[in-house]
């Protein structure tokens, strides 16, 4: 079978400067020089990844893992050039001296490195045959940041291999976590009915939470709408517990309450 370039090529030595010719020559082409193959991470283009939020639609940036008590960030190495040729082994190692010198030259400041005994990372994967991409994990340990939950981290992952060149400015993933985000802080305000007093309109404020449970005080059932509006049916002084359940699960869920008089 023709390629669509020998076939343009046969076309045109029977048919060259528009005249029909009596007798045809096939004439096959050698195989184009594609662009060597280069290694990157697209992580690395924008300098540093941040992870200082959570989400709860669309992509997420990390996992928890509670089963095996590890963070979980996704990563991946890709091949650019024309040709996607061949298994391409690439090494991956974590990269703590570049994040140190940022730290001394104050453009990761409040930031500390992450300790390489806190993560997991594999020593190495393949770029399949045919493809131009291959994903890994940072898997960094839960305890230790929920342990330390004021204190940001960062961390560098690095890749190389000896089969290939690795484009020098995204060689580099720089990874910066706020512990922070594993845990909710429930917050809430309330306002009463300018008509109705005993109906409380409950405002909530938390942070980093994907699950909430409002207890009114009052021996009624909780309930878990975010922000519900709730009609006491007797006067009294009753105390309101927000909990507020983050991405950590309901282990290490955090309360809020406050005292609320109802006339």
Do not use: H
């Amino acid at each position: 079978m023709l390629s669509l370039a020998n076939l343009l090529r046969f076309v045109l030595v029977c048919f060259g400067g528009g005249l029909l010719l009596t007798s045809c020559k096939y004439e096959e082409l050698a195989q184009a020089d594609y662009p060597q193959q280069i290694l990157y991470m697209p992580t690395a283009k924008n300098g540093l990844f941040i992870i200082n939020s959570i989400s709860t639609t669309g992509t997420y940036r990390f996992t928890v893992d509670l089963a095996s008590k590890k963070v979980v960030v996704p990563l991946g190495v890709y091949r650019g050039g024309v040709s996607v040729d061949g298994d391409l082994p690439v090494t991956i190692a974590a990269n703590p001296d570049t994040v140190s010198r940022l730290i001394s030259s104050s453009a990761l400041v409040g930031t500390v490195v992450l300790p390489v005994d806190k993560l997991v990372l594999p020593a190495a994967v393949t770029i399949g045959a045919g493809k131009n991409s291959a994903a890994f994990d940072l898997k960094i340990d839960l305890n230790y940041l929920l342990a330390n939950p004021s204190q940001k981290l960062a961390i560098g992952v690095g890749i190389n291999s000896s089969a290939s060149p690795v484009n020098p400015l995204l060689k580099t993933t720089l990874i910066s976590f706020d512990p922070t985000i594993l845990k909710a802080t429930p917050n809430f305000t309330t306002k009463a009915d300018a008509a109705t007093p005993q109906k409380i309109t409950f405002t909530n404020t938390s942070l980093n939470a994907v699950g909430y449970s409002w207890d009114f005080g009052d021996g009624t059932a909780p309930v878990t709408d975010p922000a519900p509006i709730y009609t006491y049916t007797k006067a009294g002084t009753y105390t309101v517990t927000l909990t507020a359940t983050g991405i950590t699960g309901s282990d290490y869920a955090v309360k809020k309450t406050t005292t609320l008089t109802i006339p």
